[in-house]
């Protein structure tokens, strides 16, 4: 097959940790006899400093014409403390989603046999969690209008919005996913004091029928918060707004024992994007010891949910167990035994890919 890859590194680690990504991917389509070419633009506090904008058109035009897109990471502490800053490194990544119509944030939790002790969690609670949660993304209140202050600053305002049909499209994802895995689907809301939630509720509610097979339930989001962490087992697939999602992964990405461990996907209209959940790590920018694993998986989903390859995706995952295994692994996971560079990390997925 041939695959045409944008690659956009973003800000901090961004660039160190794609690169490896880059590697194995290389190591795969030589594997499996695949042609692959990539292409790399500009984004984040990197896009602004070069041309004044997060998210360039010319970026987009790279995008739309790739088959996937790996990114990097987004942000930079110069535009966190500067709540005055006219242009933001984040509003780059909130406008690739929209532009390219990412409404679904697929973001798996998962945990590594090798790495149960990792985790803050007790193993028993946690030992064999596989959930994932469809995040919508291109809706609510990251989006909603209006949205700024009142004319005498004394205020400032943001609104939630959902439609009928943004609510469905991502509902019937989540019905598709549970199918497919263990067919239980929990709607995560506040329909008890939101009109956004309520209509996701009776959205959800009237897909069901079309679903038998797959077992519905309602949980308040802040239900969820709590349970997510006393017994992860609980879940399967979650479906959630956009806020209520980008909170609830953050959580849940600490079951796993790393942030740099966790990947995910955005599946849309156009071009899926493919990006670690983990931020920008500035403080660790080009020192390279930052953890490459969660680029390197999100490179394996982008072989699985951009061109249906699971072999090519599986491979991705087995090389990654084995490192772990073999303590093959950057300093957030050493544990005062040999810390090995983010290069060294991709290096070595890479030379045992092609072994
Ligand atoms: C994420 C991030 C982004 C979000 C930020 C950087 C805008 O936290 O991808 O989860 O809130 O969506
Ligand atoms: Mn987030």
């Known amino acids: 097959m041939e695959m045409n890859i944008a690659l956009l590194p973003g800000d901090g680690i961004g660039p160190e940790v794609v690169d490896q990504a880059v590697k194995v991917v290389k190591a795969v389509a030589n594997k499996f006899g695949h042609k692959v070419t ?56 909130l406008e690739m989603r929209k532009k390219l119509g990412l409404f679904s944030n697929v973001r798996p939790t998962f945990t590594f046999p090798s790495l149960l002790h990792k985790s803050p969690l007790k193993k028993d609670r946690i030992e064999g969690t596989d959930l994932v949660f469809l995040r919508e993304l291109t809706g609510g209140i990251y989006f909603g209008e209006p949205r700024g202050r009142n004319e005498q600053g004394t205020k400032a305002f943001d609104t939630c919005v959902y439609s009928v049909g943004e609510i469905e499209r991502l509902a019937r994802m ?40 797959v077992k519905v339930e309602y949980e308040f989001v802040d239900a969820v918060a709590m349970r997510l962490i006393q017994w992860p087992k609980a879940y399967d697939v979650l479906i959630t707004e956009n806020m209520f999602g980008d909170i609830l992964t953050d959580e849940a990405s600490v079951i796993s024992g790393s942030m740099g461990l966790m990947p995910s996907a955005s599946i849309g209209t156009k071009t899926k994007l493919f990006e670690p959940i983990h931020g920008s790590y500035p403080q660790a920018a080009g020192k390279d010891i930052a953890n490459p694993l969660a680029t390197v998986l999100s490179a394996a989903m982008m072989f699985e949910y951009a061109f249906d390859l699971q072999d090519e995706a599986n491979a991705i995952s087995d090389v990654v167990n084995l490192s772990l295994e073999k303590g093959i692994v950057t300093e957030d996971l050493a544990e005062g035994g040999k810390a090995y560079k983010t290069s060294e990390v991709g290096d070595w997925l890479a030379g045992e890919l092609l072994k």
């Open 174 to 213: 989540g019905f598709e996913f549970a199918l497919k895995r263990k067919k239980l689907l929990t709607c995560v809301d506040k329909a008890n004091v939101l009109a956004t939630s309520r209509l996701w509720r009776e959205t959800v509610q009237k897909l069901a029928p079309e679903y038998p097979d």
């Open 38 to 93: 990539f292409e790399e633009a500009i984004t984040g506090a990197a896009a602004i400093d070069a041309v004044g904008n997060p998210y360039p058109d010319e970026t987009h035009e790279v995008c739309l014409r790739s088959d996937a897109v790996l990114f990097g990471a987004i942000g930079d502490p110069r535009f966190d403390n500067d709540p005055s800053a006219k242009v933001r490194p984040e509003q780059g990544l």
